[in-house]
C-alpha cells in the first residue's frame, strides 16, 4: 500500500512539472516580438531580383595633336595647299567706265589691266609670319591658328597681295541620320600684314567670309568609319553597328570621342 501510495504522488510531480514547463514555455512564446517569430513558406510572394542593365555598347576613339598636325602636313607636301575664292559678293562694285571722249589716265589703265591678271583668293599655307597651320587641344577647348595668303583685284589701285594668319575655334557636331561627325571652323581673329590701312577692313571681312563659307563643315568621320555590317551565318542574319551618340572630351593634347552604339538586324 505504501509502494502504491508512493507511486502515485510521484507520477503526481511529473505531471505537475511537465505542466509548469507546458506554460512557461507558452508565456516565452507570448512574448516574444512578433518579427522574430518564424514565418509560413508562401504568406509573401517572393519579388524576382531586379535585371540589370544591358552595358553600354560604346567604343573610344582617341585622336591626338601629332597624329591631326602629321594629316596637315601631308596635305600640304602631297597635295598642295587648299584655295579659297574670296567672297565678293557683299563688297564688289561694278566699275564705272568713264566718258568715251576721255581717256583714262595712264596709272588707271595699268591697274585695270593688273586686275584681269589677279585671281581673288585666298591660299591656306603651312606657315605665315611665323604661325603655322596646327590643330591643338587645350582648356576645354579645339584652336587651330591658319596661316593663309591672298590676293585681291580692285580697281583703280590693282592687285593687292596679303598675307597673314586667323585664330579659330572648331565645334565638334554629330549627324545621328547621317552617321558623320563633322567640324566648324570658327574664325575669331585675323591678322593681316601686306596691304594698305585703307583696305585692311574689307580684307578682313573677305577673307573671314571666304573662311566660314567655304571651309565649314569638314567631315572628320563619315558613315564609313561609324558604321560597320556584321555577318553571322550561325544566326542566319547579319547585325549592323549603328551610332547612336558621339560624345567629345577634350584632353590636353589629346581629343577622345566616346561612339555609343546600338545594334540593328540588317537583311
Partial sequence: MFMGMRS????????????????????????????????????????????????????????????????????????????????????????????????????????????????????????????????????GRIVAPLAFSGSYSVVLLGCMRFQGWAETVIHLNFDRERQVLSARVDVQDIHLSGIPSLANGVVINLVQNSLDSRINPVEILQSAQLTARLPISAAGGALRLRAKEVRPEILQGSLRLHIIYEFIRDK
Avoid: W
Avoid at 514565418?39 to 573610344?60: I, M
Avoid at 598636325?69 to 564688289?92: D, I, K, R, V, W
Avoid at 562694285?93 to 593688273?114: H, L
Fill in 8 to 139: 502515485r504522488l510521484l507520477r503526481l510531480i511529473f505531471c505537475l512539472g511537465v505542466s509548469l514547463s507546458l506554460c512557461a514555455a507558452e508565456v516565452a512564446l507570448a512574448q516574444t516580438p512578433n518579427q522574430s517569430r518564424p514565418r509560413h513558406a508562401g504568406t509573401t510572394p517572393q519579388q524576382p531580383p531586379p535585371t540589370p542593365p544591358a552595358p553600354a555598347a560604346e567604343a573610344t576613339v582617341t585622336l591626338n595633336e601629332p597624329f591631326l598636325n602629321a594629316l596637315l602636313e601631308a596635305m600640304f607636301t602631297q597635295l598642295g595647299p587648299p584655295s579659297f575664292p574670296l567672297s565678293l559678293a557683299a563688297y564688289e562694285r561694278p566699275a564705272v567706265k568713264p566718258p568715251a571722249t576721255i581717256e583714262p589716265p595712264t596709272g588707271a589703265r595699268a591697274a585695270a589691266a593688273s586686275v584681269s591678271q589677279c585671281g581673288s583668293v585666298v591660299v591656306l599655307e603651312r606657315e605665315m609670319d611665323g604661325v603655322k597651320t596646327a590643330v591643338h587641344f587645350e582648356n
